[in-house]
């Protein structure tokens, strides 16, 4: 199984900003702990990040027939973007959504999200541990060889 974790605009600050919010972890604390639920589960993972929403559609695009699933937090991307939406239905991605905080108890513009209505799940409010739980969901929905029902 390969994942691709694809990260939006401010997820870079990690650390430095808004700390009560998301924590004191930064970005690459979160890369290393991403590497790190990786190996345990036994699966790939390449993990990205960027400000900007197009290059977002454009990693969605491409990862059509390379990653069998992605884990996205497209940040404040998720409450805005019908271009994302729409890249994850024209490749047919499986996603899962994932946020460090809970959006839908925090301001009420957070309470749409568009990556959702498209999403197989969300995983938010568990910081760092809503990736592994978005990670551990695809690695069990991938069945060893021989024990397909
Ligand atoms: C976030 C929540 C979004 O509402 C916000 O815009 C972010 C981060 C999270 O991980 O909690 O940038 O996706």
């Keep these: 199984m390969k994942l691709l974790v694809l990260n939006g605009p401010n997820l870079n600050l990690l650390g430095l900003r808004e700390?009560?919010?998301?924590?004191?972890?930064?970005?690459?604390?979160?890369?290393?702990?991403?590497?790190e639920t990786a190996s345990r589960l036994g699966v790939e993972v390449e993990m990205r990040q960027t400000n900007h929403e197009g290059v977002l559609v454009d990693w969605i695009q491409e990862s059509r027939g390379k990653f069998d699933a992605i884990i996205l937090n497209a940040a404040a991307y998720t409450h805005t973007s019908v271009a994302i939406l729409d890249a994850i239905k024209a490749v047919k991605a499986r996603v899962a959504e994932v946020h460090l905080t809970e959006p839908k108890s925090r301001e009420e513009f957070r309470r749409v999200s568009y990556v959702g209505m498209v999403a197989e799940k969300t995983f938010s409010g568990l910081g760092f541990g809503s990736y592994s739980a978005a990670m551990e969901y695809f690695a069990k929905s991938e069945m060893p060889r021989g024990n397909h029902a």
């Design 19 to 35: 700390p009560d919010l998301y924590g004191r972890g930064t970005y690459a604390g979160l890369e290393a702990f991403v590497r």
